[in-house]
């Protein structure tokens, strides 16, 4: 028999959820839930410049008013939930991936690399050149006299395949397509790429539902995880939610935040009819509580192309 799914929420509190956050979390309930599976709740709020706690406090509130629950986490669950609280564990990581002779400081600038003529990832960011690898002890006590370094793990030219529960078999090659990638920020920050993969196993989760804009971090924290010794969790990634010129839905769109929806009068049952239209699971936008829709949800009824919305994205519902 498989183990009982274990998934999560992974916001990162740095505003007010938006429409987009909301459909991720609500393929991830669906998924944990119509499989008798549990939810845990982590905030992931390592950049300080970024995340507030009175985000994190708002984020559950419009969860638990979306109709989605979890089991483990949360501010319920205490600092073990926060990030921020979590770091020493990410030091530990580290430690042993140093140990492994991985690692190496990087002392590059943003401006060098960002440099228009650096090849870029398909997530945007530029594919290292490899500046910082080869300094000799002598060139990195120099460096480090005038700047702090960021902390850079050095890739193998190895090729991750994998199967995602979604999108199917990807394979990306790690040197080629993403290059050395940093662990530990300049100004002491853990990476998103390391505090994932610790957090992951160190809660038992075991499947993981998120924007597809993450399907190219996926062979990182797959190759982070064999270093580490720790499991691979299930993968979904599911489609974006685009404005019609092609850009993410961010939490700069604020009438689609759930703090704008819920002052007009919106209603859970509304929004939750909306997202499984989109995602593929009803026919029509019908006004329905979360948990209605669970003996709807099949991960084969559950659309791979991203979804544009044209005009007003909430006109449907007064049509309906
Ligand atoms: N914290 C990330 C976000 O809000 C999600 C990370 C993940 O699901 O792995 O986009």
Redesign the pocket.
């Known amino acids: 028999m498989s183990a009982p799914v274990v998934g999560?929420f992974?916001?990162?509190p740095s505003g007010r959820m938006h429409l987009g956050?909301a459909f991720?979390a609500l393929l991830a309930w669906l998924s944990a839930r119509s499989a008798g599976g549990e939810i845990v709740l982590r905030q992931?709020d390592l950049d300080p410049g970024r995340c507030r706690r009175e985000y994190a406090l708002q984020l559950e509130d419009d969860l638990r008013w979306l109709g989605l629950d979890w089991d483990r986490g949360g501010s319920a669950g205490g600092a073990d939930y926060f990030q921020s609280c979590r770091t020493e564990r990410y030091a530990r990581a580290l430690a042993e991936l140093e140990r492994q002779g991985l690692l190496y400081p990087c002392f590059c600038s943003r401006d060098a690399l960002h440099a228009a003529s650096a090849p870029h990832a398909s997530d945007g960011t530029p594919i290292y050149s490899g500046a910082c690898r080869g300094l000799t002890p002598e060139e990195r006590a120099e460096r480090a006299r005038t700047r702090r370094p960021a902390i850079r793990v050095r890739v193998p030219d190895v090729e991750i395949a994998f199967t995602d529960g979604l999108q199917g078999d990807c394979r990306e090659s790690l040197a080629r397509d993403c290059g050395d990638f940093i662990l530990r920020r300049s100004d002491g920050v853990y990476a998103?790429q390391l505090a994932?993969v610790v957090d992951?196993a160190e809660m038992g989760i075991n499947q993981?539902?998120?924007?597809r804009?993450?399907l190219s971090?996926t062979p990182r924290q797959r190759w982070l995880q064999d270093r580490l010794g720790l499991p691979h969790p299930d993968c979904f990634h599911i489609p974006l939610l685009l404005a019609p010129d092609g850009r993410r839905l961010a939490k700069r769109e604020r009438d689609l935040d759930l703090g704008a929806l819920r002052a007009a009068g919106r209603t859970p049952e509304e929004l939750c009819g909306l997202l499984a239209c989109w995602a593929g699971l009803l026919a029509r936008p019908e006004r329905v509580a979360a948990r209605e829709l669970l003996p709807h949800f099949s991960w084969d009824r559950v659309r791979r192309e991203d979804i544009v919305l044209h005009g007003d994205p909430l006109a449907p519902l007064e049509a309906g």
Not at 208 to 211: M, S
Request: aromatic share 6%.
């Open positions: 999560r992974a916001p990162s956050n991720s992931e998103y994932v992951d993981v539902v998120r924007g804009d993450l971090s």
